[in-house]
Antibody, heavy 117, light 109 residues
């Protein structure tokens, strides 16, 4: 069974770049769509974007100017960079694997990232 | 890309059936048969319950079913159980991206 684990700083300063990595175990990253989703405290889910193992990406239009998702197949990892963060970017960030490009099948446990000085 | 519209809350008694609606537009729900539903218990990651409008992943109870009519999708839970109490989110594919609903809190009375 595939497992996903997010890692990265839990605290980021305003205007800086949020960087997270997702390590995939129990299966190869060399297939499927790999997503990032976030959830502000007490609020709903927001899809950030996904990357296909080949490197092609699609992003939420509302975040596209600040988001980069990349993949490292040699390490079975994919990553999220979100630039120029503000307090509104404080959220639990989930990495996930799509069953297809149309839905999310497997989720990581999530990691809370707080934006504060 | 606007969030899909879900009721903030629904409730039902054990054994009853409830339906959660998810309303979008012809650009998302109405344009594709790619609606999915997720269950989220407090402090936990979401869990896939329904995909491609009405398909159930292996291991998900057949008490959960999905459907779609026009721009509105629905999740029905029959034979409500205490463990069904959770937040539920719908999602739809739209123009190479995914969009979620605002979430519905299900209370089992």
């Amino acid at each position: 069974q595939v497992q996903l684990q997010e890692s990265g700083p839990g605290l980021v300063k305003p205007s800086e770049t949020l960087s997270l990595t997702c390590t995939v175990s129990g299966g190869s990253i060399s297939s499927y769509y790999w997503s990032w989703i976030r959830q502000p405290p007490g609020k709903g889910l927001e899809w950030i974007g996904y990357i296909y193992y080949s490197g092609s990406t699609n992003y939420n239009p509302s975040l596209e100017s600040r988001v980069t998702i990349s993949v490292d197949t040699s390490k079975n990892q994919f990553s999220l960079n979100l630039s120029s963060v503000t307090a509104a970017d404080t959220a639990v960030y989930y990495c996930a694997r799509g069953g297809s490009r149309y839905y999310i099948q497997h989720w990581g446990q999530g990691t809370l990232v707080t934006v504060s000085s | 890309q606007s969030a899909l519209t879900q009721p903030a809350s629904v409730s039902g008694s054990p054994g009853q059936s409830i339906t959660i609606s998810c309303t979008g537009t012809s650009s998302d729900i109405g344009g594709y048969n790619y609606v999915s539903w997720y269950q989220q218990h407090p402090g936990k990651a979401p869990k896939l319950m329904i995909y491609d409008v009405s398909k159930r992943p292996s291991g998900v109870s057949n008490r959960f079913s999905g459907s779609k009519s026009g721009n509105t999708a629905s999740l029905t839970i029959s034979g409500l159980q205490a463990e069904d109490e959770a937040d539920y989110y719908c999602s739809s594919y739209t123009s190479s991206t995914l969009v979620f609903g605002g979430g519905t809190k299900l209370t089992v009375l």
